[in-house]
């Protein structure tokens, strides 16, 4: 059977627009890159000069660690084979999470060093904050660390979402429809050359 590239190469063509048009505007966007270095900025947990001085009591189990102080006190940070472990260095025991109160102290304290961004604190729940610029605020209390996410880091993501095909929300549906539309541009791109290739006698 004689296969028709020019009609199958159409057909593919029509098949892709969609996709062409998204990969198009959106790889001109990840080109551009705008508000990147404040969607992905870390917040990082104010440091403070050690104020006392503390013996640690080096463990050989611990791979890492390292001490701190930041506006609730010192901290011991000690890192084994399971992963990071938070200790108060006093009482070299575990240092559980604080109440609601502190850990709202030293998230604002870390928003001092962008108030633009991230305004004030309006709400949250256990370890997640608020603010009325509509970022959120993660803390990592193991890791001692802080997570920031705005309205632009959304969008930034639905971008990629966009980019890479994720239209549907499923994750086995949006793989298909990835490879699917690879396979599709690869199967243009052989009947193009066909087409180039083939004589105009043929």
Same mark, same amino acid.
């Given at each position: 059977?004689?296969?028709?590239?020019?009609?199958?190469?159409?057909?593919?063509?029509?098949?892709?627009?969609?996709?062409?048009?998204?990969?198009?505007?959106?790889?001109?966007?990840?080109?551009?890159?705008?508000?990147?270095?404040?969607?992905?900025?870390?917040?990082?947990?104010?440091?403070?000069?050690?104020?006392?001085?503390?013996?640690?009591?080096?463990?050989?189990?611990?791979?890492?660690?390292?001490?701190?102080?930041?506006?609730?006190?010192?901290?011991?940070?000690?890192?084994?084979?399971?992963?990071?472990?938070?200790?108060?260095?006093?009482?070299?025991?575990?240092?559980?999470?604080?109440?609601?109160?502190?850990?709202?102290?030293?998230?604002?304290?870390?928003?001092?060093?962008?108030?633009?961004?991230?305004?004030?604190?309006? %709400?949250?729940?256990? =370890? @997640? &904050?608020? *603010?009325? /610029? #509509?970022?959120?605020?993660?803390?990592?209390?193991?890791?001692?660390?802080?997570?920031?996410?705005?309205?632009?880091?959304?969008?930034?993501?639905?971008?990629?979402?966009?980019?890479?095909?994720?239209?549907?929300?499923?994750?086995?549906?949006?793989?298909?429809?990835?490879?699917? %539309?690879?396979?599709? =541009? @690869? &199967?243009? *791109?052989? /009947? #193009?050359?066909?087409?180039?290739?083939?004589?105009?006698?043929?």
């Amino acid at each position: 059977m004689k296969i028709n590239f020019r009609r199958f190469h159409r057909f593919i063509g029509w098949a892709l627009v969609l996709p062409f048009i998204a990969w198009s505007v959106t790889g001109i966007f990840f080109l551009l890159r705008p508000a990147y270095q404040d969607a992905y900025a870390p917040l990082l947990i104010k440091s403070y000069p050690q104020t006392q001085l503390i013996q640690i009591p080096v463990s050989n189990n611990w791979l890492e660690y390292r001490y701190l102080e930041s506006i609730l006190g010192p901290h011991l940070l000690v890192r084994g084979s399971e992963g990071w472990r938070h200790l108060n260095p006093v009482s070299a025991g575990d240092y559980p999470a604080p109440g609601r109160v502190k850990l709202e102290l030293l998230v604002n304290d870390a928003m001092d060093a962008n108030r633009e961004r991230y305004g004030q604190l309006t %709400g949250g729940s256990d =370890l @997640i &904050f608020l *603010t009325d /610029t #509509g970022a959120e605020i993660t803390v990592d209390w193991n890791n001692f660390s802080l997570k920031q996410r705005g309205r632009d880091t959304y969008w930034i993501n639905q971008v990629y979402d966009i980019h890479y095909l994720r239209w549907s929300g499923i994750s086995w549906l949006d793989e298909i429809l990835g490879v699917a %539309g690879l396979l599709l =541009l @690869i &199967f243009m *791109t052989i /009947t #193009g050359i066909r087409l180039l290739l083939k004589s105009p006698a043929q």
